[in-house]
């Protein structure tokens, strides 16, 4: 909201203009510079000199991720998490800030890299909520962890940093918030108590076979035919496998075999993604997938299929207690009609790692960072992942910093 005198980011806070214009130039930086996942060098310099220019100390975990501690007396200790990465799109929104920037793939291949998912604006809303808190000590007490966590695109970074000691060498939290930008109206918010994101699986499949002779398929043993029947009993799995109220999706994203149209090739290769809302789900649906691919090929007469696994993103679970604290947090600051009631989405986040390896409570949101006209006439934006996904620089300094402020302040604001 913006007064005569400022831009009230909550019921409590209320900041200069020209503190919004500062975030907002630093967001369009971010926007501009993205890079890829455990890439992110010139990002996690970029935060460490911003974080020690408000005099925060700070420390790299997990390669790329940067950790902050503000300290402020005693009091709890809470994590808040922001991740950093890009993906590999090539950006269309013509936006004057939009970016050129291009990043290595693992197979070597180069790619444009666009921050497509909103973690520009995860990590401006974490430097300006640092900045904030340090200027209004008398509005909290405690120590608050930040996490700028690398590689979420690819369910890498929590796990990495956790794996390289973060809770042994930062303050053990009480509970870890964490939120990320979606393409709804500026102003809401969405949050709810329980799962909040699908557990996630990739696969790369190979199906061996023998090479021939297009003329001479007799001689062969097709991987293609055997891979392309691989991916439609795939799709078999949700459909007849689980319960019709069971969300779950099985996805074939990528289809790669052969070089000239009359050889049949030696193998052929396709990856698989699947969405389960839980852990039972999750181990019906990967064993199905085996069962099928080991079935297929030998119903071609192939050896058996070679299965890589290429990311496994853990539940992210709202802690049922956290979330109302939350909840209750948000109702005041932004009103009851600023919130939204979660589905179940089929997206998912790496950042319940961060909690559930230290078993506690972890809660997380979604905050609106698009002009509520665009939602007019049942039209929406573009989404995640896009590469047209353009938020609004001031609506997501404004919201994502506010609803960053709200949460962390509902467990370290002064009573």
């Known amino acids: 909201m913006i007064t005569t005198t400022g831009v009230r980011l909550s019921s409590a806070v209320e900041v200069p203009s020209s503190f919004v214009e500062d975030y907002v130039d630093i967001y369009k930086y971010l926007h501009a510079n993205p890079e890829l996942s455990a890439q992110e060098f010139e990002t996690a310099a970029y935060i460490e000199e911003h974080l020690a220019g408000l005099g925060i100390e700070s420390f790299r975990c997990g390669g ?63 430097l300006a909520l640092a900045s904030l808190l340090l200027e209004r000590t008398d ?9 700028f966590q690398p590689g979420e695109e ?25 939120q990320h930008v979606m393409p709804i109206s500026q102003g809401k918010i969405l949050v709810r108590g329980g799962h909040m994101a699908s557990l996630a699986d990739s696969w790369k499949i190979t199906v061996h076979g023998r090479q021939a002779h297009g ?43 052969g070089l000239k149209e009359n ?31 080991s079935a297929e090929a030998a119903a071609s007469g192939a050896p058996e299929p070679t299965i890589v696994e290429l990311n496994s993103f853990p539940r992210c679970y709202n802690d049922p207690a956290s979330a109302q604290r939350v909840i209750e947090a948000f109702t005041q600051d932004f009103g009851a009609d600023a919130l939204i009631d979660a589905p179940l989405g ?25 002009d509520p006209a665009l939602f007019e006439d049942g039209a929406a934006p573009a989404g995640n992942h896009s590469p047209y996904f353009a938020p609004d620089a001031r609506a997501a300094v404004v919201g994502g910093t506010g609803a960053a402020l709200s949460g962390v302040l509902a467990f370290l604001g002064r009573p």
């Open 346 to 370: 089929m997206g998912s986040e790496d950042a319940g790692w961060l909690s559930d390896a230290i078993g506690v409570p972890g809660v997380f949101w979604a905050f609106g960072a698009f």
């Open 139 to 147: 509005l909290w007490a405690g120590t608050l962890v930040l996490i």
């Open 64 to 126: 790329t991720g940067v950790v902050g501690i503000l300290r402020n007396g005693e009091g709890p200790v809470i994590g808040f998490r922001a991740d950093t990465d890009g993906l590999p799109i090539a950006e269309q929104t013509a936006l004057d800030y939009s970016s050129q920037a291009s990043g290595t793939l693992p197979d070597g291949s180069t790619a444009p890299v666009m921050h497509g998912c909103g973690h520009d604006t995860h990590i401006t809303a974490a």
């Open 215 to 257: 003329s001479q398929p007799e001689k062969s043993i097709d991987p293609i035919v055997a891979a392309a029947a691989m991916v439609l009993r795939l799709q078999t799995i949700v459909s007849r496998e689980l319960a019709p109220s069971t969300p779950a999706v099985v996805t074939v994203g990528t289809f790669h075999a």
């Open 154 to 178: 690819t369910a890498y970074g929590a796990k990495a940093m956790v794996d390289d000691g973060l809770w042994n060498r930062a303050p053990k939290p009480e509970v870890v918030l964490a």
């Open 263 to 293: 050889i049949i090739p030696e193998f052929a290769e396709f990856s698989v993604n699947v969405r389960t809302p839980d852990e039972d789900t999750r181990a019906v649906v990967l064993a199905a997938i085996r069962r099928i691919i």
